[in-house]
Every structure is written in C-alpha cells, then in structure tokens.
C-alpha cells in the first residue's frame, strides 16, 4: 500500500506561484508512475501531469503545458508540482495519485491540496 499526502495549496492571485508536494509513504514511490489530477466542483476530474519512474519523462494536460512542471525525489519519496503563470481556471482541489505502470489503473490517490486562484 501506498499513502499519499498532498500540501503547499492555498490562496494565490492570478500570476502568481505555488508549489505542491506528495508525501509518500508505505512503499517507495520510485517503482511507481506518478501523477496530479484536479477537480472543480461541478466537472470532471482533469488530467494535469505525470512522470515515469526513473527517466522521469513527464506529459501534461493541454491547459497547464508551459505553465506546470512536473518532478520526483524518489530519495524523499515525493512528487512536487510547480505551477507559475497561475489562473482562475486553475482553481480546484489538487490529487496527487500513483500506479505501478502506464497500463494500470491510478490505484492510489491522496486526500487532495485545495488551490484557489484570485483574479
């Protein structure tokens, strides 16, 4: 089993900066695909970002690409997500969740980071 902790979201205005951590613990994260998802209420859970398990190849949801990034400490067992250039739209609840490869389902899910973006 893996357990993840989301922190770092908050009150933030347009343009400004944040940067989320995953806390992993249970089992090390550095076999597993990591990712961050997010939610507004009254939508579907968006796809934002994730990266591989030792290249660290990443990809990107269409809405954050060039704003977002995406990184792994499999040292401290913690994903960490960048977000600069921030909007309104970006505003949501913030999961962080992990699977042990790109043909499995995201089995592990934290209990999300809320960030809100103030125009």
């Known amino acids: 089993q893996v357990q993840l902790a989301e922190s770092g979201g908050g009150l933030v205005q347009a343009g400004g900066s944040l940067r989320l951590s995953c806390a992993a613990s249970?089992?090390?994260?550095?076999?597993?695909?990591m990712g961050w998802f997010r939610q507004s209420p009254g939508k579907e859970r968006e796809f934002v970002a994730a990266?591989?398990?030792?290249?660290?190849?990443?990809n990107y949801g269409d809405s954050v690409k060039g704003r977002f990034t995406i990184s792994r400490d499999n040292a401290k067992n913690t994903v960490y997500l960048q977000m600069n250039s921030l909007k309104p739209e970006d505003t949501a609840l913030y999961f962080c969740a992990a699977r042990v490869d790109s043909y499995s389902d995201w089995r592990y899910w934290g209990q999300g980071t809320q960030v809100t973006v103030s125009s």
């Open positions: 249970g089992r090390t994260i550095s076999n597993h695909l």
């Open positions: 990266i591989t398990r030792s290249n660290g190849n990443t």
